[in-house]
């Protein structure tokens, strides 16, 4: 399966998953047609398949209802899996040992045992994976990065990330259980999660919010910001996690929390996240976000912009705009294959921002606060918090329990 690319070679990629972010993949891949191609594209859901075929104005590409038929096509270099988490590491494995590159959505997976495996199926088979959190492919974030670590904000004692918003009264609602639209594979797109009757909450999009297929806000946009503190940071694994929540704002049939705080523990600072769901009350006057609190001043970062404050006027202000990226995401998982350029954000990296936000879950969930060894990827003296690091996957979508190991 070994191939060498040459100057003109353009990579042969198929999009899994053609919802919201499986369509914004596709304008990016776009942009970059000199250097790849989009020949395929899959998803469990006709309406979405014919949806990505007529909007990308491509009929040429080859649409697909099972994903395993991509795998087995022998001219295809790569794939996308923008499908929701619970698929992520399932989808990631079987490409790796059908030999292909992978570009994985974030949160890189679903529970902390899948991240495992993705990271050994990728080192086993050799194949270049990327995690989509594609903050780290834009300059003002590395700019950001930068600062930190440059010690210009003196000692950081705490990083705040955050995401508010008043979605009361009703959230997304509380619809009936009913039957699957038509053209819709419930069974298929349940995959490796518990078998259960359709309710259109937990399908396209708001899958977000229950935790059979995901991790609630803390894993979908907290991971993105807790990704940018803990790069900035050079730091990974904390000792200990605690969260607090519940559903106190929002009348609908969300399972995850509408308003939560996460702390995590590091050697000396902490790391702290909050969702908020049921007030429009930006903190340090903004809606969402990384803060870095250093004794010398505080720095701000979104995807908009970066904005250094100083305290006690011991450094100057400071203040810039956003950059691109999500197109040099992509360009740099292209460059990765073709050329073996370092990846922003290899599966190794993307495993571990992303167990930081699921431990914060599990936290949550258990309700008292947990004791983390990374190298061992073991909760401390807690059996409820521990069975909540892995699934039951239903058959046959099981992932091989070899790769399950730890990474350190
Ligand atoms: N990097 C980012 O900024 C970013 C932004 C949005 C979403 N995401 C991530 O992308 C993933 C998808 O989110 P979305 O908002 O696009 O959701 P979505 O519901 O809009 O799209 C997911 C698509 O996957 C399809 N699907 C489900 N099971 C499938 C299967 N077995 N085979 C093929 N297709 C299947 C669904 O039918 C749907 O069309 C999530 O993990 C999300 O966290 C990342």
Redesign the pocket.
């Known amino acids: 399966m070994k191939r060498n690319y040459g100057a003109n070679d353009q990579i042969r990629i198929a999009i899994?998953?053609?919802?919201?972010?499986?369509r914004?993949h596709y304008r990016q891949f776009a942009r970059l047609s000199g250097q790849c191609q989009i020949v395929a594209a899959?998803?469990?859901?006709q309406k979405?398949l014919d949806e990505f075929r007529r909007l990308t104005g491509r009929p040429d590409i080859e649409p697909y209802?099972d994903?395993r038929r991509i795998l087995e096509r022998t001219d295809i270099d790569a794939v996308v899996v923008?499908?929701?988490?619970h698929?992520?590491a399932k989808m990631t494995i079987d490409a790796c040992e059908a030999g292909k590159h992978v570009l994985c959505?974030?949160?890189a997976m679903h529970n902390i045992a899948e991240g495992l495996a993705m990271v050994h199926a990728a080192r086993e088979h050799k194949r270049v994976v990327a995690i989509?959190?594609?903050q780290r492919s834009g300059e003002h974030f590395k700019e950001a990065v930068d600062i930190v670590r440059s010690g210009r904000l003196g000692k950081i004692t705490t990083v705040h990330c955050w995401n508010v918003g008043n979605e009361t009264p009703n959230g997304i609602g509380n619809p009936p259980d009913g039957d699957p639209p038509p053209g819709?594979d419930w069974d298929?797109?349940l995959?490796p999660a518990p078998k259960r009757p359709y309710n259109p909450n937990r399908?396209?999009?708001n899958?977000?919010w229950f935790w059979d297929y995901?991790g609630g806000k803390v894993a979908?946009w907290g991971v993105?910001l807790i990704d940018i503190a803990l790069w900035a940071m050079g730091e990974h694994n904390p000792t200990e996690v605690c969260a607090y929540g519940g559903k106190f704002a929002l009348n609908d049939n969300r399972e995850t929390p509408d308003t939560v705080d996460c702390i995590w523990k590091f050697k000396d600072w902490t790391l702290l996240y909050t969702h908020r769901a049921g007030s429009d009350y930006p903190l340090y006057g903004r809606g969402y976000g990384t803060m870095f609190f250093g004794t010398n001043g505080s720095l701000y970062v979104s995807r908009e912009g970066l904005e250094v404050h100083p305290d006690k006027e011991r450094i100057p202000a400071y203040k810039r705009g956003g950059s691109a990226q999500s197109e040099p995401h992509a360009e740099n998982f292209l460059a990765a294959i073709r050329e073996g350029v370092p990846l922003a954000v290899d599966v190794l990296t993307g495993v571990r921002s992303t167990i930081v936000p699921l431990l914060g879950n599990i936290a949550y969930r258990v309700g008292r606060s947990i004791r983390w060894d990374a190298q061992r990827a073991q909760i401390l003296g807690d059996r409820e918090a521990s069975a909540l690091l892995s699934r039951n996957w239903r058959a046959p979508w099981g992932i091989p329990k070899r790769y399950i190991k730890p990474i350190g």
């Open positions: 899994i998953g053609c919802g919201g972010i499986g914004h899959c998803d469990v859901y979405h209802t994903y923008a499908t929701p988490d698929w992520h959505e974030k949160p989509g959190l594609q819709l298929f797109w995959g399908c396209i999009y899958f977000r995901a979908d993105h």
